[in-house]
């Protein structure tokens, strides 16, 4: 049975669903977008993402009310439609459809899709095994803090790194890690502290990177935010990634190097097990 996908005011069968050719989303990739997890059909961290994509629509001059489109109860009804247990609802605002042109219409009305993807984020086999990842040049745009379509150089790089017999990559520019393809990049010193790099343009500012440093900090763990080489990572007791998809899942081997003993260290697992529990406790329904 297909899903039932929403589009421009619009439940549809989703091979019924279509945007114009015109969509500025498809042309420019001048769209933004948020994917918000769902555990025991509930949301997680449905408000904070919804912030984040206030100030991507922002800085993109995106004019979109988000209160008034409704977008909570449009994903309480995909889900239930959907029979969304566990997953993923996505949600893409763009500027809308326009005949093409590099200058930025001002009377757009902006086109809204999103769907759902059932998948497993309690119980994955990474949790179990942990993540291989290679480095390579950061060579996106600089704006990387507005979550935008545009992926497709992190795109590339996931592909390269599957190819060469890794699962992702973590991209380096001026020496130290910014992030992986789709995630947050962290390390555990061998004291204990929890090293990460801070916010600005030169990253996404993960929901669940920030609900993990809360959380941490709550622990009473040392959080340091900083920049940090592949060396440093190399040499760290445990890594791990931070996403809305992938929740807390560990790295274990940078370029070939394995980090600690190899294996998915007791900390990530200690902050992985904290916040599926404190997310829990917050789901929106």
Known sequence: MSRIVYVNGEFLPEDAACLSVFDRGVLFADAVYEVTAVVDGGMVDFEAHQQRLC???????????????????????????NALNEG????????????????????????????????SLLETAATGTGLRVITQPDLRWHRRDIKTTQLLYPSMMKTLAVEQGADDVWM?????????????????????????????????????RAAVLDYSRETGAAVIERPFTVAEAQQAREAFITSATAFVTPVVAVDGVAIGDGRPGPATHRIRSHYIQRSRERLQY
């Open 55 to 81: 100030r991507s629509l922002a800085e993109l001059g995106i004019d979109f009310d988000l209160r008034a489109a409704g977008l909570l109860e449009l994903h309480r009804e995909l889900i239930r439609r």
């Open 88 to 119: 993923l609802v996505y949600l893409q605002v763009s500027r809308g459809v326009a005949d093409r042109s590099f200058l930025q219409p001002t009377t757009c009305q902006p086109s809204v899709v999103l769907f759902t993807q059932a998948q």
């Open 172 to 208: 380096v520019e001026g020496g130290t890690v910014t992030e992986g393809s789709s995630s947050n990049a962290h390390i555990i010193r061998a004291d204990g502290a929890l090293v990460t790099r801070p916010t600005s343009p030169d990253i996404l500012h993960g929901i669940t």
